[in-house]
């Protein structure tokens, strides 16, 4: 299984739900979930064989296909109303699977083009757009976050003057959350197509105590990421959307790509959660929990996740190989993992992997990169699992892959 999310430490899930937080699992997977352990493990096997020179394909309707099999009896152990997966290749090869349904009252089909929001996925985009900054001399990674921030919270955020723009990188800042309490989504309750802007929560990031000493440990922080948006829109003079398109979405030619916004695009599955705490899935969607902000606000769909992942790591598009070593190398060291810049830094029996997941209010995300390989995988979901399950990589990667030697 892969050293991702799962397996990095104890720590509260750095993306966003309504009203409660969702801790990973840490240690044994339960009864329910051992089973579709077995199943799915049984249908990637078969998958292994073809899916290394899958063409391009997105609409999810083979009947017979494996991977698809294997998603739909995942979705049904895991509670999930629908959810695609993508998996990428360096050469540009890639295979889709969809199941499930996109919305409920009127039943509509899952396909793979549907767009997802993405949570805590969000976060690498947000360190790309840093580590260009710096490459282009216009930020230092030694700077203190305080000096991009308004003049009246430079004093009022705990670490700010200390902590660098690299320690909220690596989530070694010691800033605290501002998620943590129930504060931020009462206001969401009370306003709930608010649209929120990064600049807008740093009066619940301020007058509180920090974690620790900036860059003595690592414990992950939304307000990392919340501050870094804050400092690139200071210093791009712009909305926060319109630097990521220039330097992120259009590059790397990821149309269906953009921070979240109402109307809702008609392609955007509905999201579906627990919002009361009854145990049964409710529709979400036009709930607000952050669409403009730089910690987790960002909807895509998976084959813009495989364009995003090869124009990262193959292409070039976004950094370079040198940018890409200190992100992956720099790394703070996060339990039995590490979290580099953005990024969630793990191992595998294949070899490392890279990447994130991601909560968002009414929807969950999956993000791996094999460098070994030059492979990427993509699950999103339009819910949060009601299950104990594993996650969907760990399971695809002996049918990807094959046996470890």
Not at 85 to 93: E, K, S
Not at 217 to 237: D, H, Q
Request: aromatic content about 10%; glycine content about 14%; hydrophobic content about 40%.
């Amino acid at each position: 299984m892969a050293c991702l999310s799962g397996r990095i430490g104890p720590e509260k899930e750095c993306g966003r739900q309504m009203g409660l937080f969702f801790t990973k699992a840490q240690g044994g997977i339960g009864r329910l979930a051992t089973g579709i352990c077995v199943v799915g493990l049984m249908a990637v096997m078969v998958v292994g064989a073809g899916i290394g020179t899958a063409s391009a394909q997105g609409n999810g309707k083979d009947p017979g296909d494996p991977l698809e099999i294997f998603l739909h009896q995942y979705l049904e152990h895991a509670g999930l109303p629908g959810g695609v997966i993508g998996i990428g290749y360096g050469t540009g090869q890639v295979r889709y699977a969809a199941s499930g349904y996109a919305s409920v009252g009127p039943d509509v089909g899952m396909t793979a083009d549907r767009q997802f929001y993405i949570g805590s996925l969000t976060k690498m985009m947000t360190a790309v757009v840093t580590l260009q900054l710096a490459s282009e001399k216009r930020i230092n990674l030694s700077d203190p976050i305080a000096k991009y921030l308004p003049e009246e919270f430079e004093g009022r955020i705990a670490n700010a003057r200390n902590a660098t723009i690299r320690d909220l990188l690596r989530n070694s800042s010691g800033i605290p959350d501002y998620l943590d309490g129930e504060f931020f989504f009462q206001l969401v309750g009370r306003d709930p197509q608010h649209g929120w802007r990064n600049v807008e929560l740093l009066p619940l990031i301020a007058d509180r105590d920090a974690y620790f000493e900036a860059g003595k440990s690592y414990a992950p922080s939304n307000s990392n990421f919340i501050l870094l948006g804050v400092m690139i829109e200071a210093v791009e003079g712009d909305h926060i959307e319109k630097v990521f398109n220039r330097r992120i979405f259009e590059p790397a030619e990821m149309a269906n790509t953009s921070f979240g916004r109402y109307p809702r695009p008609d392609l955007l599955a509905h999201g579906f959660d627990d919002a009361d705490g009854d145990g049964q899935l409710e529709d979400v969607t036009d709930f607000d929990v952050g669409d403009q902000l730089a910690d987790g606000g960002m909807i895509s769909t998976a084959e813009d996740m495989v364009k995003f992942a090869r124009a990262l790591f193959v292409d070039g598009v976004l950094l370079g190989p040198n940018a890409i070593k200190r992100a992956t190398s720099d790394a703070a060291f996060a339990g039995e993992g590490s979290y580099g810049y953005g990024l969630m830094i793990g191992s595998s029996d294949w070899g490392p992997v890279w990447g994130h997941d991601g909560i968002y209010f009414g929807y969950s995300a999956e993000f791996s990169w094999f460098p070994d390989q030059d492979t990427v995988v993509v699950f999103l979901a339009n819910g949060r699992a009601l299950n104990e399950v594993p996650n969907v990589t760990g399971m695809l990667m002996t049918g990807i892959f094959g046996k470890p030697q």
